[in-house]
């Protein structure tokens, strides 16, 4: 384990990883895409790599946090930490069908001998939007479904 | 800390060849996946656990994955050991490693749904397996040196009855745990002389030693259903002599099919021979090309539990025989049912790898007339490292071809090679090579690369880089009446090519068209064939004049080719005037 520091994953680091998530699941992506957000500071680091279309009609959030100072790490190797677990995820993912989960609310896991939490949950969003816009009354039924083929 | 999301690690992705591009699968549709059973009704039936022993256990594998394992409990107990055995062989492995958790997790399901299961499946594992499962995870005491052990370490570890034997768990994984929790509760209730035996012998055991000994044993497994070592696997790509078949089912490279049909060749070849053979002689065709998809899966690096990118393998190898199925039968769907009848899946496989691989090995050597550095990429090709290819490409090419052409001819140079199907929301969805007119596809886009090349080398540039804006501006050039030459105009020269009246413009085109199409056509350094057309050329061309009318009608000139940049010619006189 090298000295700990306080360095974090830079704005073009998180673009190149991007690449390579979407380059290493590319036969299984379809329509869907990859992006990945960091947020951490010196204790702890957030990370959401999320899955999704561009219509937001598959949208997959899949949010890790670890606590890195306790476990001496440094900001940019605890997101790296769980950036490489959901790697591991999504492979399992696509592996068996797309039928692996996670949970919904935080849960704990074990990686490399580090703790941390990570949930997610497949959201549609476009269906949302457009059940939103119902409610208000600002589309009608016909509408939904033409919006939906 | 090493990454999984490292560039070492796209390497592998791009060398694998089934994950780094997008692409659609054709034949899916047709039931050419391996076999799958419905266990849950073979359940209802008589001799139900003779029936399910009696399935090959990739069937068996694949039909518990498909209904999902936990819906399946009851399918668990019945299975034989040899069958369990060939599982853990597909799925609890990765690169060569034990994945002790996978094995845990397969126990741990006996367990659910027979809980004396988890030990007697465990127990009549082979016993260098039962050592690597445990060995590395469980640390064992006698009562001897327990006695040596302060207070603190003692009180960590447990007991058996009687103090005969301390140990403890080393991990702090919670599942693991928890499978040593309830595998040694059920195995001292059924057994404790074997329960202390196994934590003994591992505890003592030196790591790995085991490991290593399983890991040849399932290779020799494996070997019987196909999966093959990583050598042999490299060993089905290599081109063979075409001489023989081409002779034997009288091959000419024509289709009448090609331009006609949207479905793939091998589509209607099966469509038809599902209707003209008996059912058991497509099921042992499909059988063994299931059997070469499994073959091919070490030098993709797919394991074989990971059924996605099995039935990925299995889409390339009918769709590249269809290939050769369309070649070997020039077009003709009876001659091919009777090819695919006859020939081995292999054979059909290695022709098509024959075909592509001849356009592959010319059109790199044309490239390296115009890029050197392409010598590297095709000695990496050579040694079948198309991961190291891959990343030659995108240093080299992309700087050179923009990243769409770029793309598709990493796609090309795959270990499975693919062409451009459409694109989609601005990404490109390849295809496989699995027709005649994918070749012909194939060939054009090395064509499309080729040309521009030439047509840039015409301009005398000491550089190649942006191919695309280096041509539009020679295009450019030519419309305001001077030379094919790459320079930099001035503003006045932009102004009078965006003031070209409509006709003058078309007319400039034409001109522009007429030439370079003769100094192509009578140059033909560029070509893979003598026999080409030059719908390539044309259409390439097209597209770069069709860019250009886009920028002249936009004014976007700057932000799109740089077309007047400040260069070291902007200060001479103006093209019209060389002229």
């Known amino acids: 384990m090298p000295k700990m520091n306080n360095e974090k994953l830079m704005a073009s680091e998180i673009a190149e990883l991007t690449h390579i998530l979407d380059r290493k699941h590319a036969a299984s992506l379809g329509d869907r895409f990859f992006s990945i957000k960091v947020d951490s500071d010196e204790s702890k680091a957030f990370v959401t790599v999320t899955l999704r279309n561009a219509q937001e009609s598959f949208y997959y959030p899949v949010e890790g946090r670890i606590a890195c100072k306790s476990q001496e790490l440094s900001p940019k190797d605890g997101a790296m930490l769980l950036l490489d677990f959901i790697d591991v995820y999504f492979e399992e993912f696509f592996h068996d069908r797309q039928d692996t989960w996670l949970p919904i609310d935080w849960a704990g896991f074990n990686f490399e001998g580090f703790e941390f939490e990570l949930k997610g949950q497949v959201l549609n969003k476009r269906t949302e939007e457009l059940a939103d816009l119902f409610l208000d009354g600002k589309i009608n039924r016909d509408e939904i479904i033409s919006a939906l083929k | ?579």
């Open chain 2, 1 to 579: 800390m090493a990454s999984r999301l490292s560039e070492e690690s796209l390497v592998r992705v791009y060398d694998g060849g089934l994950q780094a591009f997008r692409w659609e699968a054709r034949l899916s549709a047709l039931a050419l996946r391996s076999e799958t059973v419905d266990l849950l009704a073979m359940l209802t039936l008589e001799k139900a656990q003779e029936r399910i022993q009696s399935l090959a256990p990739q069937v068996l594998y694949r039909s518990l994955m498909n209904q999902g394992v936990s819906d399946c409990l009851e399918i668990l107990p019945l299975m034989s050991q040899e069958q369990f055995i060939a599982i853990l062989d597909y799925e609890a492995w990765a690169d060569g490693e034990l994945q002790h958790r996978k094995v845990f997790q397969w126990l741990q399901q006996f367990r659910e749904a027979d809980r004396e299961q988890i030990y007697t499946r465990f127990r009549d594992l082979e016993e260098e397996m039962q050592i690597a499962l445990v060995g590395p995870f469980i640390r064992a005491v006698d009562p001897e040196d327990f006695e040596q052990l302060s207070d603190e370490e003692q009180d960590r570890l447990e007991s058996f009855p009687g103090g005969a034997l301390y140990y403890e768990v080393k991990s702090e994984d919670p599942e693991i745990r928890q499978f040593f929790a309830d595998f040694l509760e059920v195995t001292m209730g059924e057994n404790m002389e074997y329960a202390m035996s196994v934590l003994a012998h591992a505890g003592f055991m030196p790591p790995n030693e085991q490991e290593a000994l399983m890991s040849q044993f399932r290779n020799a497994r494996m070997e019987d259903d196909g999966f093959v070592t990583y050598e042999e696997s490299l060993s089905i790509f290599h081109p063979i002599s075409l001489d023989m078949l081409q002779k034997k089912w009288g091959a000419h490279n024509k289709t009448a099919l090609a331009s006609t049909t949207k479905e793939s060749f091998m589509q209607l070849v099966i469509t038809l021979a599902s209707k003209s053979w008996d059912p058991s002689t497509l099921n042992e065709v499909r059988s063994r090309h299931a059997y070469l998809a499994n073959a091919l899966c070490s030098a993709a690096r797919v394991d074989p539990g990971d059924l996605e990118s099995l039935d990925k393998a299995l889409e390339q190898v009918w769709s590249l025989n269809g290939l050769a199925l369309e070649w070997l039968a020039s077009g003709n769907i009876e001659q091919a049912a009777l090819i695919l009848r006859e020939e081995h899946p292999k054979t059909l496989f290695q022709t098509a790898c024959t075909l592509i691989e001849g356009l592959r090995h010319k059109g790199l050597k044309k490239l390296e007339t115009f890029i050197p550095e392409t010598s590297f990429i095709r000695t990496n090709l050579e040694l079948q490292k198309f991961g190291l290819a891959q990343k030659q490409m995108d240093i080299h090419f992309v700087k050179i071809f923009g990243s769409e052409l770029t793309e598709r001819l990493k796609a090309i140079y795959s270990r499975f090679p693919m062409v451009m199907s459409h694109t989609h929301e601005g990404k490109i969805i390849f295809r496989p090579v699995d027709s005649l007119d994918a070749l012909d596809a194939l060939q054009d886009t090395l064509e499309t690369a080729l040309m521009k090349l030439q047509l840039v080398s015409m301009t005398h540039a000491e550089e190649l880089t942006e191919l695309d804006a280096h041509i539009q501006r020679s295009m450019v050039s030519v419309q305001l009446g001077g030379h094919f030459i790459n320079r930099f105009l001035t503003q006045n020269q932009v102004d009078t090519w965006r003031s070209m009246s409509n006709e003058a413009y078309t007319e400039a085109n034409e001109k522009l068209y007429s030439g370079l199409d003769e100094l192509l056509i009578s140059d033909r350094r560029w070509s893979l064939s003598d026999n080409r057309k030059t719908d390539t050329l044309m259409s390439a061309l097209s597209e770069l004049a069709a860019g250009l009318t886009f920028i002249k009608d936009q004014g976007h000139f700057d932000a799109l080719f740089n077309l007047i940049e400040a260069g070291p010619n902007q200060e001479e006189d103006s093209y019209a005037q060389d002229e």
